[in-house]
């Protein structure tokens, strides 16, 4: 993997902004992405110039702004969360009439107010985690409850259910405005700092008791994490890489590429993968752009997403092993085995302990108020239990993957 600078090694900082100037951010973004090797400024320029052309051919009926939060072309070879592919593909895909502007690394939004700035108009579509996302659009708590999903491979099997249509989709548009387009799925754990390095290895979720660890939006994360007595802490996602550095906390509830993405590698020493909730980087857009599309432009949204959504779970899946080092044993050039960042895989019995500590199948009576509003903001469904049954009908062994690919709304 190249990172950008690796790839504009060479190219001084004013060259640079000459060609962003000339032929746009996007434009230069996505000319990068397509590159494999360390460019010249000759070459960046052609690319971005060919680029360019390709997206403005013609006047576009639609211009979009794209929120990407704290992504960028670099970190979105570490997390693939399909932002740019994406943008690319619905560019195509509609001969130009939607172009789409990305506006990443946090300078238009970040992951706790993208969600609101979409809803007011400022931005069209944006990718951030549902859980982030929940203080401004409390449905997506609906993902949340402890152990629903046992593993990537059911996340996904539910991301392309048209069961997904009735208990999260149609909801996210009636109640928030936002059509949910697309996301990465992997489970949360506890990702432990440098006070834990000199630790053996966590075995159980009971060792981690009384510890301190940030949290995100979610208000059911909160209640999981209470009943192990994890002690949730409120702590924003820019704040939490010198939370852990300085040890102002034990651990950060988040999962193992959003470590990665975000250069927390240096500062954790143990990922200890409980799987208790989701993680999940979506894209969403508003309802009232998608409104404004019309019928055929709304079948290509779709389409490019369907197609994004394959891309996202081959190529995390791929990334999470050769790149995160989210793997047993570990590939010696990964992020995690660069850092020293131990994986505590927390499989049979440790994780049968920990779901029996917080799920609401053998602890009910904390999530009934949670519950009963997202069953009623659903219009009437046990959410809950119909998301645990979608989950439940491939087996339980099935590799992420091998996951086959449906078209959600095409029931």
Same mark, same amino acid.
């Given at each position: 993997?190249?990172?950008?600078?690796?790839?504009?090694?060479?190219?001084?900082?004013? *060259?640079?902004?000459?060609?962003?100037?000339? /032929?746009?951010?996007?434009?230069?973004?996505?000319?990068?992405?397509?590159?494999?090797?360390?460019?010249?400024?000759?070459?960046?320029?052609?690319?971005?110039?060919?680029?360019?052309?390709?997206? #403005?051919?013609?006047?576009?009926? /639609?211009?979009?702004? #794209?929120?990407?939060?704290?992504?960028?072309?670099?970190?979105?070879?570490?997390?693939?969360?399909?932002?740019?592919?994406?943008?690319?593909?619905?560019?195509?895909?509609?001969?130009?009439?939607?172009? @789409?502007?990305?506006?990443?690394?946090?300078?238009?939004?970040?992951?706790?107010?993208?969600?609101?700035?979409?809803?007011?108009?400022?931005?069209?579509?944006?990718?951030?985690?549902?859980?982030?996302?929940?203080?401004?659009?409390?449905?997506?708590? @609906?993902?949340? %409850?402890?152990?629903?999903?046992?593993?990537?491979?059911?996340?996904?099997?539910?991301? %392309?259910?048209?069961?997904?249509?009735?208990?999260?989709?149609?909801?996210?548009?009636?109640?928030?405005?936002?059509?949910?387009? /697309?996301?990465?799925?992997?489970?949360?754990?506890?990702?432990?700092?440098?006070?834990?390095?000199?630790?053996?290895?966590?075995?159980?979720?009971?060792?981690?008791?009384?510890?301190?660890?940030?949290?995100?939006?979610?208000?059911?994360?909160?209640?999981?994490?209470?009943?192990?007595?994890?002690?949730?802490?409120?702590?924003?996602?820019?704040?939490?890489?010198?939370?852990?550095?300085?040890?102002?906390?034990?651990?950060?509830?988040?999962?193992?590429?959003?470590?990665?993405?975000?250069?927390?590698?240096?500062?954790?020493?143990?990922?200890?993968?409980?799987?208790?909730?989701?993680?999940?980087?979506?894209?969403?857009?508003?309802?009232?752009?998608?409104?404004?599309?019309?019928?055929?432009?709304? *079948?290509?949204?779709?389409?490019?997403?369907?197609?994004?959504? @394959?891309?996202?779970?081959?190529?995390?899946?791929?990334?999470?092993?050769?790149?995160?080092? /989210?793997?047993?044993?570990?590939?010696?050039?990964?992020?995690?085995?660069?850092?020293?960042?131990?994986?505590?895989?927390? =499989?049979?019995?440790?994780?049968?302990?920990?779901?029996?500590?917080?799920?609401?199948?053998?602890?009910?009576?904390?999530?009934? =108020?949670?519950?009963?509003?997202?069953?009623?903001?659903?219009?009437?469904? *046990?959410?809950?239990?119909?998301?645990?049954?979608?989950?439940?009908?491939?087996?339980? *062994?099935?590799?992420?993957?091998?996951?086959?690919?449906?078209?959600?709304?095409?029931?």
């Amino acid at each position: 993997m190249k990172s950008v600078s690796d790839k504009l090694m060479g190219i001084s900082r004013r *060259d640079l902004l000459r060609v962003t100037g000339k /032929f746009g951010v996007t434009s230069t973004l996505l000319a990068v992405a397509g590159m494999t090797s360390v460019v010249t400024l000759p070459e960046l320029a052609a690319a971005a110039n060919s680029t360019y052309k390709k997206r #403005f051919k013609k006047p576009a009926r /639609f211009k979009l702004k #794209f929120g990407g939060s704290g992504f960028n072309e670099r970190n979105l070879l570490i997390e693939r969360a399909g932002c740019l592919q994406f943008i690319n593909d619905l560019e195509e895909r509609t001969d130009g009439e939607i172009q @789409v502007e990305f506006i990443g690394s946090n300078q238009i939004c970040g992951q706790l107010n993208c969600v609101t700035k979409t809803q007011q108009g400022i931005i069209d579509i944006f990718a951030a985690s549902t859980q982030n996302s929940a203080g401004g659009a409390p449905y997506l708590n @609906v993902l949340d %409850y402890a152990y629903m999903f046992p593993s990537r491979a059911s996340q996904y099997h539910f991301l %392309y259910s048209p069961k997904s249509m009735k208990v999260l989709r149609e909801p996210m548009r009636k109640r928030h405005g936002l059509e949910f387009l /697309f996301s990465h799925a992997e489970l949360r754990g506890i990702q432990l700092g440098l006070k834990w390095q000199d630790k053996p290895l966590v075995k159980s979720v009971t060792e981690l008791a009384g510890t301190k660890n940030r949290v995100t939006g979610t208000q059911l994360g909160r209640i999981a994490m209470n009943l192990m007595k994890l002690n949730p802490t409120p702590i924003a996602w820019s704040e939490t890489l010198d939370g852990l550095k300085q040890g102002l906390i034990d651990g950060a509830e988040t999962w193992a590429a959003a470590v990665a993405y975000a250069n927390m590698s240096p500062v954790v020493s143990q990922c200890v993968n409980l799987e208790f909730f989701c993680g999940t980087e979506h894209t969403a857009m508003s309802s009232k752009t998608f409104d404004k599309l019309g019928g055929e432009l709304q *079948d290509a949204v779709l389409e490019s997403s369907y197609l994004t959504q @394959v891309h996202v779970q081959a190529a995390n899946e791929a990334a999470l092993v050769n790149t995160v080092g /989210f793997s047993d044993p570990q590939l010696p050039n990964t992020l995690f085995a660069k850092n020293n960042v131990r994986v505590a895989w927390m =499989k049979g019995k440790a994780r049968r302990e920990a779901e029996e500590m917080c799920s609401p199948e053998f602890h009910p009576k904390p999530w009934e =108020k949670w519950r009963e509003r997202i069953n009623t903001w659903s219009g009437g469904l *046990d959410t809950y239990k119909y998301i645990y049954d979608v989950a439940r009908e491939i087996p339980v *062994d099935t590799l992420p993957e091998n996951v086959e690919p449906r078209r959600w709304w095409k029931g």
